[in-house]
């Protein structure tokens, strides 16, 4: 006889365990706000964004709730890290494309938002925004709120966006006020090529006082021998020619970037270049400061020897950097009669002159200088045979 037959006979009551207990299965994760901001990867889906560049983005650190917060500016200073650190194209159609995909997570967040307080999902203006969310936090606490309090909150809203309006304008007065200085001091230059003192700066009548007062002014740069590093808060010329050298560079970039992309590509520095410049982070670089000493660059590429023994000679007599500007015209002119007078034709054959353009003022001196020769020339008694 089978034991376990007998146990059970002995003992008729036996526990039911059952089948066995299906496993608990995990909590949910907890729901995400309906407002909340989307990931970067779902966000820019649809609108021509690159993984590749979503995951260059990601990895500046930036989240889409920090583009979302970003203004346009901010957009551009971001995309131009993204060409200047990681020397990422950015294709045209990814700039629009991650504008227009922020636009429409913030209408979507908006719409959301309005739905979650009971308001239209209309477009508000800032003052009205800020009074409907003060309206609401008072009614969540229980009070309530006086229409002079509306009105009241409503005024200094208005008074903040006055006060935005008028820092705005301010930067615009105080970017404006540093061309005009920057056209000053080259005037001057222009003006102390004729003089005879022997300062690094002048007086001038201060044109932002408008009472005859006068202040110092410095000029950018200062008389250096090859190799010497200038001292204080000016630059030397060798840093000068240096910024020209950047420029041929960024030139190569942004040919580099219009091929890629197909554009059509610059052969020269132009605006185009200047403007590359800025984006990566070069502002130090401006059109009217390398338009101003081009030629003083053209003598040192064509002639080091000469324009290393010119520095040396005006930094001896103590001269600024406006009379050294005006005595590189001379022989630059020199060098155009080798070729004829033609100053276009020996920009042209040099391969660091030739991405830029001819100064107006060389090409009027070797004008002359060639009206001069021909009439000397005719002048002259005729042969003897």
Same mark, same amino acid.
């Given at each position: 006889?089978?034991?376990?037959?007998?146990?059970?006979?002995?003992?008729?009551?036996?526990?039911?365990?059952?089948?066995?207990?299906?496993?608990?299965?995990?909590?949910?994760?907890?729901?995400?706000?309906?407002?909340?901001?989307?990931?970067?990867?779902?966000?820019?889906?649809?609108?021509?964004?690159?993984?590749?560049?979503?995951?260059?983005?990601?990895?500046?650190?930036?989240?889409?709730?920090? !583009?979302?917060?970003?203004?346009?500016?901010?957009?551009?200073?971001?995309?131009?890290?993204?060409?200047?650190?990681?020397?990422?194209?950015?294709?045209?159609?990814?700039?629009?494309? !991650?504008?227009?995909?922020?636009?429409?997570?913030?209408?979507?967040?908006?719409?959301?938002?309005? &739905?979650?307080?009971?308001?239209?999902?209309?477009?508000?203006?800032?003052?009205?925004?800020?009074?409907?969310?003060?309206?609401?936090?008072?009614?969540?606490?229980?009070?309530?709120?006086?229409?002079?309090?509306?009105?009241?909150?409503?005024?200094?809203?208005?008074?903040?966006?006055?006060?935005?309006?008028?820092?705005? &304008?301010?930067?615009?007065?105080?970017?404006?006020?540093?061309?005009?200085?920057?056209?000053?001091?080259?005037?001057?230059?222009?003006?102390?090529?004729?003089?005879?003192?022997?300062?690094?700066?002048?007086?001038?009548?201060?044109?932002?006082?408008?009472?005859?007062?006068?202040?110092?002014?410095?000029?950018?740069?200062?008389?250096?021998?090859?190799?010497?590093?200038?001292?204080?808060?000016?630059?030397?010329?060798?840093?000068?020619?240096?910024?020209?050298?950047?420029?041929?560079?960024?030139? !190569?970039?942004?040919?580099?970037?219009?091929?890629?992309?197909?554009?059509?590509?610059?052969?020269?520095?132009?605006?185009?270049?200047?403007?590359?410049?800025?984006?990566?982070?070069?502002?130090?670089?401006?059109?009217?400061?390398?338009?101003?000493?081009?030629?003083?660059?053209?003598?040192?590429?064509?002639?080091?020897?000469?324009?290393?023994?010119?520095?040396?000679?005006?930094?001896?007599?103590?001269?600024?950097?406006?009379?050294?500007?005006?005595?590189?015209?001379?022989?630059?002119?020199?060098?155009?009669? &080798?070729?004829?007078?033609?100053?276009?034709?020996?920009?042209?054959?040099?391969?660091?002159?030739?991405?830029?353009?001819?100064?107006?003022?060389?090409?009027?001196?070797?004008?002359?200088?060639?009206?001069?020769?021909?009439?000397?020339?005719?002048?002259?008694?005729?042969?003897?045979?």
């Amino acid at each position: 006889m089978d034991p376990n037959d007998a146990f059970s006979a002995a003992h008729p009551f036996r526990w039911d365990l059952g089948p066995p207990a299906p496993a608990v299965p995990p909590p949910p994760p907890p729901a995400q706000p309906v407002n909340a901001p989307r990931e970067l990867e779902d966000l820019v889906a649809g609108y021509g964004v690159r993984l590749s560049t979503v995951a260059r983005i990601s990895e500046l650190g930036f989240t889409s709730s920090t !583009l979302l917060a970003m203004t346009e500016r901010e957009l551009d200073d971001m995309m131009a890290a993204l060409a200047g650190l990681f020397r990422w194209d950015l294709l045209l159609g990814e700039r629009f494309g !991650l504008r227009a995909a922020l636009r429409a997570e913030r209408g979507r967040l908006m719409f959301l938002g309005g &739905r979650h307080h009971g308001q239209s999902g209309s477009t508000l203006d800032i003052v009205s925004q800020e009074v409907l969310s003060d309206e609401h936090d008072v009614a969540l606490s229980g009070g309530g709120m006086a229409d002079d309090d509306i009105g009241r909150r409503m005024l200094t809203a208005g008074k903040k966006q006055e006060k935005k309006g008028s820092a705005a &304008r301010k930067g615009k007065k105080a970017r404006r006020k540093k061309v005009d200085d920057l056209r000053l001091d080259m005037q001057e230059d222009d003006n102390e090529g004729d003089e005879d003192g022997g300062g690094g700066s002048e007086s001038t009548e201060s044109s932002a006082g408008g009472g005859g007062g006068e202040r110092q002014r410095e000029h950018p740069f200062v008389v250096t021998e090859p190799g010497e590093v200038a001292r204080a808060k000016k630059n030397g010329l060798d840093y000068l020619f240096h910024l020209y050298e950047q420029c041929r560079l960024f030139l !190569l970039q942004v040919q580099s970037m219009a091929k890629l992309h197909g554009h059509k590509s610059p052969t020269k520095v132009t605006n185009q270049v200047f403007r590359y410049a800025k984006k990566v982070g070069a502002s130090y670089i401006n059109k009217p400061k390398m338009r101003h000493y081009v030629h003083c660059y053209a003598l040192h590429c064509l002639d080091e020897e000469a324009s290393d023994a010119l520095r040396r000679a005006y930094k001896a007599r103590g001269e600024n950097v406006g009379a050294w500007r005006q005595a590189c015209y001379a022989p630059l002119v020199d060098i155009s009669a &080798r070729h004829g007078f033609d100053i276009d034709a020996v920009f042209a054959a040099h391969p660091r002159l030739a991405i830029w353009y001819v100064p107006t003022r060389l090409r009027q001196l070797c004008h002359q200088a060639r009206s001069s020769h021909a009439a000397a020339a005719a002048a002259l008694p005729p042969p003897l045979f």
